[in-house]
């Protein structure tokens, strides 16, 4: 694939408060066919600072800058242009068809900038109406070309020694597109710069966000290692649920699974929690009481009992992030809720009905710091809004409860 064009990438600064912000100096008659266009559209939107670029069938394309959607081009794609997008990203004609069975898909694409240079996206493509017909919407998210270490992705001094434990489940929640991967990947790479404690790591995501390879370049005498699989339609492994358990039989030290999003992938965290190993993986979640409820719902109710004790003696940490846009809306900053697992704490779940969870979660956050290591998303969102790097107006939003 041949590198992009950076001479069509228009130059000057976006305005936040402007609804279209311009990517390209020359936007194509359209978008099939040629598709340099579109992968320079792709690349300067990352190159602007863009987490999102939405394209849905007769839509204008939209990127989201720092919290913020505006518009790309100044006209709505076509069927046949969003069809030749995704084909040209998923590399065959049958995308549009598998979309049409119901099944969405997640994978990564490249694009090639320059001789050393690459920029890598995940995609999202799922099948939607439009009109009366089928149409098609896409989410592409542009990927770190560096991977992040716990300083670069903020992590709370608090919880840092505890984020590391011999064995059981490090959970990190929160909605789509609120860094919950990011977290995970700079956890990872302080793993793998651990000179000290080399792990041999298994690594499962849909797609594969961060490949670690400067990481391991650039730290070859640390002997921890990384053993990463694809998850999806068409990749190295179908699902979650399978890929924990091929795991397993490989021995590693710590698996870390992209989600947690149904009974088998969480049936696969709980045997190799139990079975001693360092489990780290992510739930789609608003808070702590909200994520331990998502997570004991996946279990037909005969098991739920059973599988909830399961969870509360193998879970170590349990963290839910938000990111807010900073008060110059210029970057954003994550909001985290927190509760350590001791023996303390999982007496507490332990002994009281799976319906009274949310009230014990809630006791805890309020009890004195020598017995309860916890914080709540309200006291995270206050200490940013003293310390002036986000607005009221902003957390206020977030949490309209408070």
């Known amino acids: 694939m041949p590198a992009v064009d950076l001479s069509n990438l228009m130059e000057d600064a976006y305005d936040p408060k402007e609804p279209y912000a311009r990517v390209l100096n020359h936007e194509p008659l359209r978008f099939d066919g040629d598709m340099d266009p579109f992968q320079q559209l792709l690349v300067g939107a990352s190159i602007k600072g863009a987490s999102d670029i939405r394209i849905q069938t007769d839509s204008r394309i939209r990127i989201k800058m720092h919290g913020t959607q505006h518009f790309a081009t100044a006209r709505p794609l076509n069927a046949s242009e969003v069809l030749s997008i995704l084909s040209h990203m998923w590399r065959s004609e049958d995308a549009f068809s598998i979309l049409r069975q119901g099944r969405p898909l997640d994978f990564s694409f490249e ?7 690459r920029q ?21 998210r542009p990927l770190p070309t560096k991977t992040p270490t716990i300083d670069d992705v903020g992590l709370d001094t608090e919880v840092r020694p505890y984020m590391s434990p011999q064995n059981g489940i490090v959970v990190v929640a929160g909605a789509t597109g609120q860094g919950k991967s990011t977290t995970l990947a700079g956890i990872t790479r302080f793993h793998l710069e651990n000179t000290a404690d080399p792990k041999a790591i298994v690594d499962l995501q849909a797609p594969i966000e961060f490949t670690y390879s400067d990481v391991l370049t650039d730290h070859s005498d640390c002997a921890s ?3 990463q699989s694809e998850i999806g339609e068409g990749r190295n492994l179908p699902s979650f649920g399978d890929g924990v358990w091929a795991a397993l039989r490989c021995a ?13 992938s969480l049936e696969g965290c709980l045997e190799a929690s139990l079975t001693g190993h360092l489990v780290y993986t992510t739930t789609h979640a608003g808070s702590v009481a909200e994520g331990l409820r998502r997570m004991v719902v996946n279990f037909p109710a005969e098991e739920r009992d059973a599988r909830a004790f399961d969870l509360i003696t193998s879970l170590q940490l349990f963290v839910v992030q938000h990111l807010v846009r900073t008060s110059d809306h210029r970057g954003r900053v994550p909001l985290r809720e927190y509760l350590l697992f001791d023996d303390y704490v999982r007496d507490q779940f332990v002994s009281a009905p799976i319906g009274d969870w949310p009230k014990v979660v809630s006791r805890l956050m309020l009890e004195s710091a020598d017995r309860v290591l916890a ?22 939003r977030l949490l309209p409860r408070h």
């Open 120 to 140: 890598r996206f995940r995609v999202n493509a799922k099948g939607v109406m439009k009109g009366a017909g089928d149409g098609i919407s896409m989410t592409m």
């Open 375 to 396: 914080r709540s998303m309200h006291d995270a969102a206050q200490q940013k809004v003293d310390e002036g790097k986000v607005s009221y107006d902003d957390v206020r």
């Open 252 to 264: 590693p030290d710590i698996i870390s699974l992209g989600e947690a999003r149904d009974k088998a």
């Open 225 to 227: 290692s990384i053993e």
């Open 111 to 117: 694009v090639p900038i320059d001789r050393h240079r």
